[in-house]
């Protein structure tokens, strides 16, 4: 006699014990689930499907008859047939897609209208500022100028090299007529390198690089305007940081958690989730304390009751 069994974790933690057998020479079938049988059929001595439902899950165990007569056996829950749960479920997708859309089509909305909008630097606090958020390559005030006036865009890519046991960030971006400029930056040797935005550089990080077209080794790369990948990447992050701090939420809700951070803060707020273990002295931006402060947020928390509250 097949015996197999399966264990099926639903979307609250829920644990569930699905078992069959099926009589080698009598065909017979009898599936159970937590020690409760669901169904008996006999005789059963070619491929057939078997549909039950776990809580609201519509659940299938296929018996599948090889060439050589022996039986194949797979459980699982079926997604897609038109159910309460799985109706529920798409809406739930359907509502991150257009979360991460909007965000994302917002982000770079503030980034056009930014980039559009910059104009005249006149103060040295204000190339302070510059030179603390970007990395500039022939900072001053007239070329600040001239890049507002005449700047033209495009995205540097960032990549870790090691040279001689020294690790050392390399950018690069191409002009409009087919320039590639490079440049490099150190940094240390060992542990995460973090960029001036608060965030752990990853290889090819993209951000937006004006540069001049007369002369485009007069470029500032700006760590604060990241391409929509990196943001995309910065929100994953946030999630899987969430999950590993609080693994009984599910992965939609970290991801909406970290969503509803950015709505209502800005996409820098992703750095208190993925630094949230972090002390003070470890992270003096992003840590233990900045995350506590946006997770009782009054709005925050009214907006992920909004948004996550069946997630």
Request: with cysteine.
């Amino acid at each position: 006699m097949a015996q197999m069994g399966w264990v099926y974790l639903d979307d609250r933690g829920g644990r569930h014990r699905v078992g069959l057998y099926h009589g080698d020479q009598s065909g017979h079938v009898v599936i159970h689930c937590n020690l409760r049988v669901v169904q008996i059929d006999f005789s059963v001595k070619d491929t057939k499907k078997y549909s039950f439902f776990i809580e609201d899950e519509f659940c299938e165990l296929s018996l599948v008859k090889e060439k050589d007569g022996t039986f194949g056996y797979d459980f699982h829950i079926n997604k897609t047939v038109d159910t309460p749960r799985n109706r529920i479920r798409r809406v739930d997708e359907r509502r991150i897609r257009k979360q991460m859309a909007l965000f994302i089509g917002g982000f770079l909305a503030v980034v056009l209208l930014g980039f559009l909008g910059f104009r005249r630097f006149g103060q040295r606090q204000e190339l302070e500022r510059l030179s603390q958020s970007s990395l500039f390559s022939n900072l001053n005030r007239e070329n600040v100028q001239r890049l507002a006036m005449e700047g033209k865009a495009d995205t540097a890519r960032l990549f870790i090299v090691e040279e001689a046991m020294q690790r050392k960030v390399f950018y690069g971006f191409t002009t409009a007529d087919s320039t590639r400029i490079s440049g490099a930056f150190p940094a240390p040797d060992k542990g995460v390198i973090m960029l001036p935005n608060g965030f752990p550089l990853s290889d090819r990080d993209g951000f937006l690089v004006t540069y001049l077209p007369s002369n485009p080794q007069i470029h500032r790369v700006d760590f604060y305007q990241p391409t929509r990948a990196t943001v995309e990447r910065y929100v994953r992050m946030a999630g899987e940081a969430e999950r590993k701090a609080h693994p009984d939420i599910s992965e939609r809700r970290s991801i909406c958690m970290a969503l509803s951070a950015a709505q209502l803060r800005g996409w820098t707020s992703l750095a208190d989730f993925i630094f949230q273990t972090k002390t003070t002295d470890e992270n003096d931006r992003h840590n233990q304390n900045s995350y506590q402060r946006l997770i009782h947020d009054v709005d925050y928390i009214r907006i992920v009751k909004d948004a996550c509250w069946d997630q």
